[in-house]
């Protein structure tokens, strides 16, 4: 269902999108504006698989696995050929290796795929200013404007997919639609390699037919709950008024009510690239396994840390906050003697405090880092070490019991 260039987003589809009477008038003007979005979501094909098949030749056409092949490891990704076993991410490695007894097991090197990240980040930019990753490997475009000159919206995502490719030797697929969650379910219709589009009176014919479980932002939980109140498919999900939706699923409801009518108002929200002393993301999906879930806390250190070069400003107060899968909400935070004085010393602080809930009772879906207590810097190389060496003793000794941290833990929705 690959769409010629020149069909996508004719003006005469925007009357088409059904106006929800419920938000009154203000809603109309936002439904008009999201109706004629151009969204490209971009998805690397098996992001970190790709990258080690890219620089060991010795891996391509194998199944291999990023992760660690211990007792109590689990795959963080996993190449096409693994897949083909059933191999995927999350799956402990013993079970890995007993359904794919050839699967090598590769460490992950996540400073080379922050490296790639960053590239293809420059790739984006060419093409788009409103740019909103959602992990390494993935992002939201909004490319209503057009700066590229390109006719259409798929032109653009071909062109961006022929860059990145050129630029890492790497493939992405994409999704384009109208709002950022059709353009994430389109983005994995044709993968690996591949794009696919969803017009807009096209989408909420799409959402019918696909079944809850691989909607955005209804994880496993969800999906259980939904099947036993019989709402197996987008259709199902349909036909319940937005009061019980509501009564059900609390918050979410309206969000359910929406996206079973393929409507998504949420602006791509570039915010992240405006670099503050805190920043969070929300991984795709709730996560378990320590590898991946360090590896979010490390971008958001790098994006705290850019923030930090470029303002100048130091903190001596490192806070780690954890969203779990029933969003309640954890702080952990240490405060040290005197100013981090490089990433590096953020990243082991940041780690140590991430690593003292491993391992996670329950799924995590979102992480943030934010840097406080802007004292003023008194740096001596002598007092750096010693920070470096108080960081690696917390790390060491698994927690956070060392002397002069500040523990907080809350409960929040
Ligand atoms: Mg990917």
Redesign the pocket.
């Known amino acids: 269902m690959q769409l010629a260039p020149g069909l996508l987003f004719p003006g005469s589809e925007v009357s088409e999108v059904v106006v929800l009477p419920l938000f009154g008038g203000c809603y109309h003007s936002v439904q008009m504006d999201a109706a004629a979005r151009k969204i490209i979501h971009i998805?690397?094909?098996a992001?970190y698989a790709s990258v080690e098949q890219r620089d060991n030749p010795d891996l391509r056409g194998k199944p291999v696995a990023v992760g660690h092949g211990a007792r109590r490891g689990v795959v963080a990704a996993a190449s096409y050929e693994a897949r083909i076993f059933g191999v995927r991410s999350a799956l402990p490695s013993l079970t890995a290796l007993r359904i794919c007894p050839g699967l090598i097991f590769v460490p992950p090197r996540f400073e080379v795929y922050r490296a790639v990240s960053r590239q293809i980040h420059a790739v984006f930019a060419e093409f788009t200013e409103l740019i909103e990753p959602l992990s390494l490997?993935?992002a939201y475009l909004d490319v209503t404007a057009n700066r590229s000159g390109l006719e259409t919206a798929w032109q653009t995502a071909k062109a961006i997919r022929a860059r990145i490719l050129t630029e890492t030797g790497l493939t992405a697929s994409a999704g384009v639609s109208y709002n950022k969650f059709l353009a994430k379910l389109a983005s994995g219709q044709r993968k690996p390699n591949g794009q696919f589009a969803i017009q807009p009176h096209e989408g909420e014919a799409f959402v019918e037919a696909l079944p809850v479980a691989k909607f955005h932002g209804v994880g496993p939980a969800t999906a259980r709950k939904m099947h036993a109140l019989g709402i197996n498919t987008g259709a199902d999900l349909k036909r319940w008024p937005l009061q019980d939706l509501q009564a059900r699923f609390g918050k979410s409801g309206p969000w359910y009510y929406s996206i079973a009518r393929g409507q998504d108002h949420r602006a791509v929200n570039p915010s992240r690239e405006r670099k503050s002393s805190g920043s969070e993301t929300t991984f795709n999906e709730d996560l378990f396994e320590p590898s991946r879930i360090e590896a979010g806390v490390l971008e958001m250190a790098d994006d705290v840390w850019a923030w930090c070069e470029k303002s100048g400003k130091k903190g001596r107060t490192v806070t780690v906050k954890i969203k779990w899968a029933d969003f309640k909400q954890s702080t952990r935070s240490q405060s040290y003697p005197s100013l981090l004085e490089t990433r590096d010393q953020l990243h082991a602080a940041s780690l140590a405090l991430i690593r003292s809930v491993f391992p996670p009772g329950k799924g995590i879906r979102l992480v943030g880092v934010t840097l406080s207590n802007f004292a003023t810097a008194m740096p001596n190389p002598a007092q750096a070490q010693n920070l470096l060496d108080h960081v690696a003793m917390t790390i060491s000794t698994g927690g956070i019991e060392a002397a002069g941290e500040d523990r907080s833990m809350s409960a929040a929705e």
């Open positions: 998805d690397m094909d992001f490997d993935e």
